[in-house]
T-cell receptor, first 115, second 112 residues
Framework: EAQVTQNPRYLITVTGKKLTVTCSQN?????MSWYRQDPGLGLRQIYY???????DKGDVPEGYKVSRKEKRNFPLILESPSPNQTSLYFC??????????????FGNGTRLTVT | KQEVTQIPAALSVPEGENLVLNCSFT??????LQWFRQDPGKGLTSLLL?????REQTSGRLNASLDKSSGRSTLYIAASQPGDSATYLC???????????FGKGTTLSVSS
């Protein structure tokens, strides 16, 4: 089954404790992206990657890191989480062209709480 | 900078009604436009994707149209059902491989 898998689904942590949210896709997609979703602000892009070893900042990259060492994986790293990073995070993937046969596919989300 | 607006923010209709959700964008130079559905606490499910060269796409009871020149898209839902209750999000992509810019969504409630 074609899917984007994020782990964990729920995470509660404390300020300053490094964490990683994993994302993996099995569709051989070149393009992968991380979004955060906040009430009243909608979905905002954090980072994206157009292929292995190619990453770029989205609209809200501060406080986050990513890596793309393999095509299928795109982990999101919070080196020193802060309470304002409490949010619902989504990973997504697609082919580069995003054609009608390959729209953007989303994972089920990771709800992060930083206390 | 591209901005995507969805009005209304919330909509309640009785079962069986046909309805239209609206999406507008400020920069008409788009690569494609995508409509998503999001159920509470869940991820986004792609409903329809319209390429910039297309005028509409259909899937079952859903029909999405695109008018690039006016910066508008509509999602038409025929014969609405309680199971259609969800938040519907519109997103545009400026160039292939670049970020999708999302609207804040319309939350639809269909009562039986």
């Amino acid at each position: 089954e074609a899917q984007v898998t994020q782990n964990p689904r729920y995470l509660i942590t404390v300020t300053g404790k490094k964490l990683t949210v994993t994302c993996s896709q099995n569709m051989n997609h070149e393009y992968m992206s991380w979004y955060r979703q906040d009430p009243g602000l909608g979905l905002r892009q954090i980072y994206y990657s157009m292929n292995v070893e190619v990453t770029d900042k989205g609209d809200v990259p501060e406080g986050y890191k990513v890596s793309r060492k393999e095509k299928r994986n795109f982990p999101l790293i919070l080196e020193s989480p802060s309470p304002n990073q409490t949010s619902l995070y989504f990973c997504a993937s697609s082919t580069i062209a995003g054609t009608s046969n390959s729209p953007l596919h989303f994972g089920n989300g990771t709800r992060l709480t930083v206390t | 900078k591209q901005e995507v607006t969805q009005i209304p923010a919330a909509l309640s209709v009785p079962e069986g009604e046909n309805l239209v959700l609206n999406c507008s964008f400020t920069d008409s130079a788009i690569y494609n436009l995508q409509w998503f559905r999001q159920d509470p606490g869940k991820g986004l499910t792609s409903l329809l994707l319209i390429q910039s060269s297309q005028r509409e796409q259909t899937s079952g009871r859903l029909n999405a149209s695109l008018d690039k020149s006016s910066g508008r898209s509509t999602l038409y839902i025929a014969a609405s059902q309680p199971g259609d209750s969800a938040t519907y999000l519109c997103a545009v992509r400026g160039q292939a491989g670049t970020a999708l810019i999302f609207g804040k969504g319309t939350t639809l409630s269909v009562s039986s």
